[in-house]
């Protein structure tokens, strides 16, 4: 047409549309990132400690979905000085060398992370007020077994009650134990000595004493001790989360909420009968792909023949554990 030049089509301009951008796989490498480790998490802030001060950080958006728990270890980028007011951020998070996890009940498929990398998991009983819990006990050993972590049971209380009953049930499985009582005296510095350069975890229902331990430990930790209700027999919640403690001879403790269950979803059945090796030659016998909770199972037969009043309590907690997985039976 005269009076207008004609128009190529490179010189019409296009607005670019959302997600014309060419996408990459690539992430940043982060080459100033520093090492540090997770030792709170509180609302999406990671408290973690570079080796010489605590940093407060946050989740960067490229790591997704994946969670950060206390015990990890983590990259750091961002404003990392950890003075008030300053955020940094988690920009990777290391290969974990374990994971205790939890569900909520036996047949809840939601696995919870409580820790990650310990290598000990320090299960706290007290001997009386409130009494112990045998089969609680049972979960934490399958627990630990299964995520590889080595167990300590720590019977707190010896001054209200002996020690003899749980150590005759549990030494025979070859599992290390600790007694305290109040005054501590010298048993304190058994238990120091055990967890020297470890990381590890505490775990326990309420009102055991775990924090009295911990503040025994770690003075400066002013953990919030609870007591045990007259009424119910049940201690009160101390601990409202995980925590990471620097212990001063080298180490670290995970102090947990004290946990009035501990669901095993996660943990599939053969794990669990693995966790009970005293009864490993009686399941030996049974018949392959023997459920051990049928009528026709023949560890019953073995028990009364082989085993004593301490075997069969075992055999009844692993069959409680057992038939609560498949929900026939509450959970310990």
């Known amino acids: 047409m005269r009076g207008h030049s004609r128009l190529d089509e490179d010189d019409v301009r296009v607005r670019p549309g959302k997600g014309s951008r060419p996408r990459t796989r690539r992430r940043p490498a982060h080459e100033d990132a520093i090492d540090a480790f997770v030792?709170?998490?509180?609302?999406?802030?990671?408290?973690?400690?570079?080796?010489?001060?605590?940093?407060?950080?946050?989740?960067?958006?490229?790591?997704?979905?994946?969670?950060?728990v206390v015990g990890d270890r983590v990259r750091l980028t961002g404003d990392v000085s950890g003075q008030p007011g300053t955020l940094a951020r988690v920009v990777q998070v290391?290969?974990?060398?374990?994971?205790?996890?939890?569900?909520?009940?036996?047949?809840?498929?939601v696995e919870r992370i409580i820790v990650a990398n310990a290598d000990q998991l320090v299960i706290v009983t007290a001997l009386a007020d409130p009494p112990p819990r045998p089969r609680l006990i049972d979960r934490f050993l399958v627990a630990a077994y299964d995520a590889g972590i080595e167990p300590l049971l720590c019977l707190t209380k010896a001054d209200l009650a002996s020690p003899d009953e749980l150590i005759a049930a549990y030494e025979p499985l070859g599992i290390r134990f600790l007694v305290t009582g109040r005054p501590f005296g010298d048993a304190l510095d058994k238990l120091r000595a055990l967890?020297?350069?470890?990381?590890?975890?505490?775990?326990?229902?309420?009102?055991?004493?775990?924090?009295?331990?911990?503040?025994?430990?770690?003075?400066?930790?002013?953990?919030?001790?609870?007591?045990?209700?007259?009424?119910?027999?049940r201690g009160r919640h101390t601990s409202s989360s995980a925590v990471a403690l620097a212990l001063p001879s080298?180490?670290?403790?995970?102090?947990?909420?004290?946990?009035?269950?501990?669901?095993?979803?996660?943990?599939?059945?053969?794990?669990?009968?693995?966790?009970?090796?005293?009864?490993?030659?009686?399941?030996?016998?049974?018949?392959?792909?023997?459920?051990?909770?049928?009528?026709?199972?023949?560890?019953?037969?073995?028990?009364?023949?082989?085993?004593?009043?301490?075997?069969?309590?075992?055999?009844?907690?692993?069959?409680?554990l057992l038939r609560s997985r498949e929900g026939l039976d509450p959970g310990d």
């Open 39 to 68: 030792t709170g998490v509180d609302r999406g802030r990671y408290r973690s400690w570079t080796g010489d001060h605590m940093v407060t950080a946050m989740k960067a958006r490229e790591l997704g979905r994946g969670g950060v």
């Open 94 to 109: 290391q290969p974990r060398t374990s994971v205790l996890r939890r569900s909520a009940d036996d047949d809840d498929p």
């Open 195 to 233: 967890l020297a350069e470890r990381i590890s975890v505490l775990v326990g229902h309420s009102g055991v004493g775990k924090s009295t331990l911990v503040n025994a430990l770690v003075p400066a930790a002013e953990r919030a001790v609870g007591s045990v209700s007259p009424v119910t027999g």
């Open 250 to 320: 080298g180490g670290w403790i995970i102090d947990t909420p004290g946990l009035r269950s501990f669901g095993l979803a996660h943990v599939a059945a053969d794990r669990v009968v693995s966790a009970f090796p005293d009864l490993a030659d009686a399941i030996a016998e049974c018949e392959p792909g023997c459920s051990h909770i049928g009528t026709d199972c023949g560890l019953d037969e073995w028990v009364a023949s082989h085993g004593g009043d301490a075997t069969a309590a075992r055999l009844d907690s692993l069959r409680r």
